[in-house]
């Protein structure tokens, strides 16, 4: 009998340590996440609050309603938890990615002209249209390719949707080929996403939109800023 009560207080004694040790990281992991927001974007973590109970405290037949609602509420925050976990390591991979196509844009000497940045929806990959097309263009330079290839390369380890936006600036263009910017851009954002699935990207992660000069980032009042508006953006979609 000592024997089996020695062995029935160590195992409860086991047992409150797994329950103690298990609420103590998800409250340190929660503080954990909280640290990370603004570093990869918001998590948007939810609101956590902690109440001690007291054993004299009268318990109305509602508290058992309460129970219950609470358990939903604390189901609804795990699963919260858990798609932030996701999307916080889906961001740390992209980061990978982003810093080897900063690197690699570095070492061909246009890191000045190619940029990249997160965003709410996962991350964004400028070109210039002058480092992709000649003037008036949507046939994309033999010089690009090199760029694009690597490009290719890293986007094919993830599985995430990616829109190609065609820009221009707010100079009009009218011939045979282009009627107006919006055709212009639209061509080159195809074109983008034509030598894309050439290199090994699937087609159905891939999507070619033209906005011609209505979303401008710069003013078109500068040469500068007509400049830096003319421009084809790869987005990285997580959500898709």
């Known amino acids: 009998m000592v024997t089996y009560g020695d062995l029935m207080s160590l195992l409860l004694t086991f047992f409150v340590l797994i329950v103690s040790f298990s609420s103590i990281q998800e409250v340190e992991f929660a503080k954990a996440m909280g640290s990370l927001k603004g570093a990869l974007g918001s998590l948007n973590l939810p609101k956590t609050e902690l109440k001690l109970l ?16 609470k358990a939903e509420i604390t189901s609804r925050t795990e699963q919260k938890l858990q798609y932030d976990v996701k999307e916080y390591n889906q961001r740390v991979e992209l980061l990978d990615y982003v810093e080897e196509i900063t690197t690699y844009a570095q070492k061909m000497g246009i890191s000045d002209r190619v940029t990249t940045d997160f965003t709410e929806e996962g991350f964004l990959i400028s070109m210039p249209s002058e480092f992709l097309f000649e003037s008036g263009s949507a046939e994309v330079k033999t010089e690009a390719y090199p760029f694009l290839r690597k ?90």
Not at 54 to 69: Q, W
Not at 151 to 179: C, M, W
């Open 54 to 69: 007291r054993r004299d405290e009268p318990r109305p037949l509602s508290t058992f309603f309460r129970f219950v609602r």
């Open 151 to 240: 490009v290719s390369a890293l986007l094919k380890r993830i599985d995430y949707a990616i829109q190609v936006e065609g820009h221009t600036d707010d100079r009009s263009i009218s011939n045979e080929k282009f009627p107006s910017n919006w055709e212009l851009s639209a061509s080159r954002a195809v074109a983008v996403v034509k030598l894309l699935t050439r290199m090994g990207i699937p087609p159905e992660r891939l999507s070619a939109v033209g906005y011609g000069e209505f979303q401008p980032k710069f003013s078109n009042e500068t040469e500068e800023g007509r400049q830096k508006n003319r421009r084809v953006e790869m987005k990285i979609d997580l959500s898709r």
